[in-house]
């Protein structure tokens, strides 16, 4: 596995360059960090929808190109810096990994391979998270907080067919299962009950009408009319 870049270049502190067409941090309505424009309009536009702009983190030219010969911005430490490759770095040298939502550090495989050797997530100290690997390809880790979600990825991966490997049947997963101690099928939960006779009328609710009483009526009504 390849280390993690550093974050400290040691070069002088200086400030980021100021002008158009600057970009920073927002945090998403879902909790995510992005990456977005923080021109006065689109700063408006991104708040509108529920995005709240990480201020402290400062902003930034995020121009350069995918080879990092053009580079216009500076980092905290102002070393030059390509945003294009690099989009996390000022946040994280301003002791920014704090904002990262736990699902996204997840979904970016952070809590196994840190995007940088200095950084550690407070976040994932009271949590334990389940990493699943395909069996059959290298193509994905599968991890969750709660391993029924990490199992049932897995399982989604194994029966989708993307490989003639990926055709697991139930009987496939169920012997994975108890080779590797994972629960395919507990997931698998009943919301309601399937014999609406027993259903119980919620707090609160209209009780349901009991037709047996009605239909006694309607008998006595009939005989009284012989």
């Given amino acids: 596995m390849v280390d993690a870049p550093t ?6 502190t200086v400030r980021s360059p100021v002008g158009r067409g ?17 021109t006065s309009s689109n700063r408006q536009d991104y708040e509108y929808k529920g995005f709240t702009f990480l201020s402290r983190y400062g902003q930034f030219k995020n121009d350069g190109d995918a080879g990092g010969q053009t580079l216009k911005a500076v980092d905290a430490k102002g070393q030059p810096w390509n945003p294009i490759s690099e989009q996390w770095r000022l946040l994280f040298q301003q002791g920014g990994a704090k904002e990262f ?4 550090i997840i979904a970016y495989h952070w809590h196994l391979s840190p995007p940088y050797r200095e950084i550690v997530f407070p976040q994932l100290t009271s949590i334990t998270v389940t990493d699943y690997f395909c069996p ?42 108890q080779e590797e101690g994972i629960d395919f099928f507990s997931a698998r939960r009943v919301k309601g009950s399937v ?9 609160g609710a209209e009780a349901i009408p009991d037709l047996t009483l009605n239909e006694e009526a309607n008998e006595r009504r009939r005989q009284r009319r012989t």
Avoid at 101 to 104: I, R, S
Wanted: charged share 25%; aromatic share 8%.
């Fill in 7 to 12: 974050l400290y270049p040691e070069v002088q």
């Fill in 22 to 38: 600057l970009h920073g941090y927002y945090r998403k309505p879902n909790g995510w960090i992005v990456v977005a424009s923080t």
């Fill in 101 to 104: 939502a736990v699902d996204q």
């Fill in 136 to 177: 059959e390809c290298d193509r994905g880790i599968f991890s969750a907080v709660n391993p029924m979600e990490a199992a049932q990825a897995l399982r989604i991966h194994l029966t989708s067919g993307v490989s003639d490997s990926h055709h697991y049947t139930a009987e496939d997963l169920r012997k994975l299962g």
């Fill in 195 to 203: 014999r609406r006779g027993m259903a119980q009328p919620k707090e």
